[in-house]
């Protein structure tokens, strides 16, 4: 083991601070002579690379992971704080909402999240939340990563929930909003695949509805005034800065994308509402 | 003992002394702020001549995010997510020294049970920083393959935080007046699996870096610092330690459960690198032994005791609080005006900042190899330094 081994650390009390504490002092051998140093080196390189070596026959703690082939087996575990979701609690399995994305963006050729915006399911009572937005999660959130937009309904005479727009590319992921929410409406999921090609896909409306809690919907018998209580939200869009609007030279997520150059036509920048 | 400042414009044109028969000339060299030495982005400016270090003044700043202004508009427990930014492998001890300084001011209790699971993911956290500061130290001085052994170990501790705290690095876990979630029911049959595993690997760090001889001479002698020096600049931690000052807070202010374990204060004898690195590997050996006795017994009761929507306002004045991190005293200075949820003035007293400056007194005179080896026995992380 060459210089120093564990047998060569030596308990003792030392005063420290007015208290006395049992200390292990790390001791110091004479330094090796010239003749223990060729020796006890080649000692020491040996045992290193033989450690090594052996890992290759007994390979018996593999902690490497291959990610992207092993996603069908991957574990995540229950409270991973991933990220933010609405609880719907008349949702259905989430294998088959999965697999309902899967076929809609196969057919409309898009990317899964987006394909969320094309359900519009004749079972609407799925997407009824637990959100009266009531903005404790926004006072909690130490970033200002969630901003709530309340309008009022005309059905209950109430404030209720417009949208709920969370900022992905500004949220550390801290799980106060969760733990702040009266009403547990929101949960923190393992999804942490986020990666998109434009920053404004970032910001999220989580709630599909436009609509007050899920018990006082339920609670209205005749349907017709039910529907009324409803209107839809996109995944993108609302007056959130970047939040799926356009800017100056940035057309609107969905939007035809400009086809004039914006040098050679610098006086007349389109600008997509 | 009197400490010389001058600035690095003074530096710049101070007129270069060659100390041999050849003219030479003393260079000024930046080593960072992307430099591999660097953990992150800290600048050195070296003032060489040939190989030599002749002086060396480290420039801070690359990663200042100006956390301790951005805490004044928060609430004490929107501050605690930000702490784990700060040094950001403690970041459970970071989380408990907020959460510790402001149940004393409110004279918040807390349980057994709060105080015993603190201890445990503490001590977790301590091996796994130190864990990965051993492998960043190896391949700091090439070995590369003790960076992938560093890393396993810290996977492995981390998949135990992600099962009970839901994030591998930043926490956000330890609350005023409790924590954010009850442990896991396996979580002590997982921990307990876990000791002699790390036992064997700690046994395998031995004798893949501490029994090599081209790494003990690498750090042996090499940047010695007596305890009365590391004092006068405000070191802590192992620094502090392996100097041969055996303050540490869990023993000497005994927070916590660390009054009811046996534990030792790990202490070097000659104060130079080597003493720095064996003090961190023998404190990992510590720190099993503080979890084996806690593990078995983990009190019953609840694991909060405040509700989560609580407004937390401090009464009037100063408080004060700090924890033993992986580094050293890290302190939360809050100073409170008695009638806002949010601190007036907070200061966060992080134990790299103090510790970067010991490159000032002890690296000159050394070559730029010996220089990097001692910057890695300091185990600084940057963002602490900045903050």
Same mark, same amino acid.
């Given at each position: 083991?060459?210089?120093?081994? %564990? ?85 259905? %399995? ?129 349907? %017709? ?49 | ?292 006795? =806690? ?84 185990? =600084? ?7």
């Amino acid at each position: 083991m060459g210089m120093i081994q %564990a047998t060569q650390i030596v308990n003792e009390e030392r005063p420290i601070a007015g208290k006395t504490v049992s200390v292990s002092v790390v001791q110091r051998l004479r330094p090796p002579t010239r003749f223990q140093v060729a020796l006890l080196g080649m000692q020491g390189l040996l045992q290193g690379m033989w450690l090594t070596l052996t890992y290759f026959w007994s390979p018996v703690e593999v902690v490497t992971r291959e990610y992207p082939e092993n996603r069908d087996s991957l574990k995540i575990t229950e409270r991973f704080r991933g990220n933010l979701r609405f609880k719907f609690p008349n949702e259905v %399995a989430h294998q088959t909402h999965s697999a309902l994305l899967e076929q809609i963006a196969q057919e409309t050729q898009t990317h899964p999240e987006v394909a969320e915006n094309w359900i519009r399911d004749e079972d609407d009572t799925r997407w009824y939340h637990n959100c009266t937005g009531c903005s404790k999660c926004e006072e909690a959130c130490p970033n200002a990563s969630i901003r709530i937009l309340t309008r009022h309904g005309e059905i209950l005479d109430d404030r209720e929930i417009d949208r709920f727009v969370w900022r992905l590319d500004s949220c550390m992921f801290c799980n106060a909003c969760v733990l702040a929410c009266p009403w547990d409406a929101i949960e923190m999921t393992g999804g942490f695949e986020n990666a998109v090609f434009d920053r404004r896909l970032l910001v999220y409306s989580l709630n599909r509805l436009a609509a007050p809690r899920i018990n006082l919907i339920q609670d209205e018998q005749d349907p %017709a005034v039910r529907a009324r209580m409803i209107d839809w939200r996109s995944r993108y869009g609302g007056p959130i800065p970047l939040g799926g609007t356009g800017l100056p030279n940035l057309p609107a997520i969905g939007a035809p994308k400009v086809q004039e150059c914006p040098v050679s036509h610098a006086g007349s920048t389109a600008v997509a509402p | 003992m009197s400490v010389q400042i001058r600035t690095l414009e003074e530096h710049l044109h101070a007129s270069p002394q060659a100390d041999s028969e050849l003219t030479t000339q003393e260079y000024l060299v930046n080593m960072g702020p992307q430099h591999p030495i660097a953990h992150g982005s800290l600048r050195v400016v070296l003032r060489l001549d040939g190989e030599n270090v002749k002086f060396v003044i480290p420039v801070p700043g690359y990663v200042h995010r100006g956390v301790e202004k951005m805490c004044e508009h928060l609430t004490y427990r929107q501050i605690i997510p930000y702490t784990d930014r700060l040094d950001y492998l403690s970041a459970i001890m970071n989380n408990w020294a907020v959460a510790k300084t402001v149940e004393k001011a409110l004279g918040i209790e807390t349980n057994a049970r709060i105080e015993t699971i603190r201890t445990i993911m503490s001590e977790l956290q301590r091996l796994q920083s130190h864990a990965l500061w051993w492998g960043v130290t190896g391949m700091d001085l090439g070995a590369y393959t003790a960076f992938l052994y560093g890393f396993r170990e810290r996977e492995i501790i981390g998949e135990i935080f992600e099962e009970t705290i839901g994030a591998r690095l930043t926490m956000n876990y330890i609350q005023p007046g409790g924590l954010m979630y009850d442990i896991q029911p396996d979580f002590a049959a997982k921990v307990k699996k876990l000791i002699p595993y790390l036992h064997g690997c700690i046994a395998q760090y031995e004798t893949l870096l501490s029994g090599n001889t081209i790494f003990q001479e690498r750090l042996r002698n090499i940047g010695v610092m007596d305890g009365a020096e590391a004092l006068a600049l405000g070191c802590t931690g192992p620094i502090l330690r392996a100097s041969g000052v055996p303050l540490d807070l869990r023993a000497t202010e005994a927070y916590g459960v660390y009054d009811q374990v046996n534990f030792n204060v790990v202490v070097g004898a000659v104060g130079d690198s080597w003493d720095r690195y064996y003090v961190r590997l023998h404190e990992m050996r510590e720190s099993l032994r503080i979890i084996e006795q =806690l593990i078995d017994n983990v009190p019953e009761g609840d694991y909060a005791t405040l509700r989560y929507n609580e407004e937390l306002i401090l009464p009037e004045g100063l408080h004060y609080g700090q924890t033993e991190t992986a580094r050293g005293a890290f302190g939360v200075f809050i100073d409170s005006d008695g009638k806002r949820p949010h601190p007036r003035r907070l200061h966060f007293r992080s134990p790299s900042f103090n510790n970067m400056w010991v490159v000032t007194r002890i690296a000159a005179g050394w070559r730029i190899a010996d220089f990097i080896a001692i910057q890695s026995s300091l185990d =600084l992380v940057i963002p602490d330094i900045d903050r």
